[in-house]
């Protein structure tokens, strides 16, 4: 099992170490076979790597202008819980959104100034982020739906924060573990984490050993059979 202090030894094992494709194979071999998000959920640049614990955000889609004239607790407030999000994050938290259709950005450069200050690790949308140049400039890891500038001010809201959500039918719980890179964006579930991680470790020590061994001449099905992974 892993032996880390805290966040930061354990996060930093893993940047150093791991990948999600391989996270992915061993939870598949736990038995939890669709932690994976939706594959146009990407990167804003390929390099960006992103890891921390779940700051789930619930949001909603609005169709009248600010302010509402609606009854409901956020029809006055613009954006409605969403700068109380923002500011909630705390130091290893990924931003996590999700509720809102596909129809403006729910993301963008002043939210990731606030999220960096905060040393918050990253934002993950199940939507657009915008002012994409910023963002860039700020080198803050942005996973999303891609690039559009239509504002989320008169189109939708934050209605909740710190609850389940789900993303293309994974649930998402507060504390769960985000691992994202070019490849993909895994939710490694809190009560598999330990587990999941330790044996991740150990997949990628032996699949050195399978590079070493094919780039010395073994054919693929006796590598298989020796190491048991490929």
Known sequence: MTSYKNDDELFAAIREKLFTAVVGDILDVMGYRHQFLPPHIKPLRDDMVVLGRAMTVLEADYFEPEPSQGNGPFSHQGFGLMFHALDDLKPNEVY?????????????????????????????????????????????????????????????????????????????????????????????????????????????????????????????VEAYERFGVM
């Open 96 to 220: 996590v959104c999700a509720g809102a259709s596909p129809n403006y950005a729910v993301w963008g450069e002043l939210m990731s100034t606030r999220a960096i200050h905060l040393k918050a690790n990253g934002a993950i949308c199940d939507g657009y982020c915008r002012d994409s140049e910023g963002i860039l400039k700020l080198n803050f890891p942005t996973f999303s739906h891609g690039t559009y500038a239509q504002d989320q001010g008169p189109r939708g809201k934050v209605i909740d924060y710190r609850v389940p959500i789900e993303i293309g039918k994974i649930r998402i719980n507060p504390g769960d573990l985000m691992f994202g890179d070019r490849d993909g964006v895994l939710v490694i579930p809190q009560a598999a984490e330990e587990e999941a991680i330790a044996r991740a470790f150990e997949k990628t020590s032996t699949e050195n050993k399978v590079r070493l061994a094919i780039e010395g001449g073994m054919s693929t």
